[in-house]
């Protein structure tokens, strides 16, 4: 009796309008693929004034609601792919080719992923690469689902060299200014 009473109780949320929390949702990395389309001007943006060059490097990587509709897509640079063709780093507006190490520590800084909704509306960027060239796996979860949206992003690096494991500060929803924005905190916290 009680069982049927909470499937009742769930089943009129749902119906009614109210939110059903959801699972977070993993980034599945080895899902990410081709960029479907071109990257908008909004979101080349991200990728600053050498957005031509990186084209060849872009990945697109899918976020889905418990539905199975993608509400999230995240664009990244694979920097490992782009290092091997000397296509990361940029100094004085060229690729740096590999040589003068005092270039690279004055080359341009690398983009960051670009968190996009499905009509390709920039809504933030992730706080490091997704795939670099250094040691260390990453997960990227989408937590506290409300309405079919993530309102909280959270990135784990674990194995790094240096550092461990660690996780980047939160990235929390804000509905005023319509984005993601980096929670206070440490730039790298340990985590579970």
């Given at each position: 009796?009680?069982?049927?009473?909470?499937?009742f109780?769930v089943?009129?949320?749902a119906?009614?309008g109210?939110?059903?929390a959801?699972?977070p949702?993993?980034?599945?990395?080895a899902?990410?693929?081709?960029?479907?389309?071109?990257?908008?001007?909004?979101?080349?943006?991200w990728?600053?004034?050498?957005a031509?060059?990186?084209?060849?490097?872009?990945?697109?990587?899918?976020?889905?609601?418990?539905?199975?509709?993608?509400v999230?897509?995240?664009v990244?640079l694979?920097?490992?792919?782009?290092?091997r063709?000397?296509r990361?780093?940029?100094y004085?507006?060229?690729?740096?080719?590999?040589?003068?190490s005092?270039?690279?520590?004055?080359?341009d800084?690398?983009?960051?992923?670009v968190?996009l909704?499905?009509?390709?509306?920039?809504?933030?960027?992730l706080?490091?690469?997704?795939?670099?060239?250094?040691p260390?796996?990453?997960?990227?979860?989408?937590?506290?689902?409300?309405?079919?949206?993530?309102?909280?992003?959270?990135?784990?690096?674990?194995?790094?060299a240096?550092?461990?494991t660690?996780?980047?500060?939160?990235?929390?929803?804000n509905?005023?200014?319509?984005?993601?924005?980096?929670?206070?905190?440490p730039?790298?916290?340990?985590?579970k």
């Open positions: 009796m009680m069982s049927r009473i909470v499937l109780g089943a009129w949320l119906l009614s109210w939110a059903v959801s699972p949702v993993k980034l599945a990395l899902d990410c693929g081709a960029v479907s389309g071109r990257v908008s001007a909004k979101a080349e943006v990728f600053g004034a050498h031509g060059a990186y084209r060849p490097y872009l990945t697109e990587c899918r976020v889905r609601d418990g539905r199975g509709r993608v999230l897509k995240i990244a694979r920097q490992d792919a782009a290092a063709h000397h990361l780093y940029f004085h507006g060229k690729p740096w080719d590999g040589r003068d005092m270039a690279l520590m004055n080359a800084p690398v983009p960051l992923p968190i909704t499905p009509d390709d509306r920039a809504v933030g960027h706080q490091e690469g997704l795939f670099g060239e250094g260390g796996t990453k997960a990227v979860l989408f937590e506290d689902w409300r309405d079919d949206w993530p309102r909280r992003i959270v990135m784990r690096v674990a194995g790094a240096v550092l461990g660690y996780c980047t500060p939160p990235l929390i929803w509905a005023g200014q319509d984005e993601f924005v980096k929670s206070k905190g730039a790298y916290a340990g985590c």
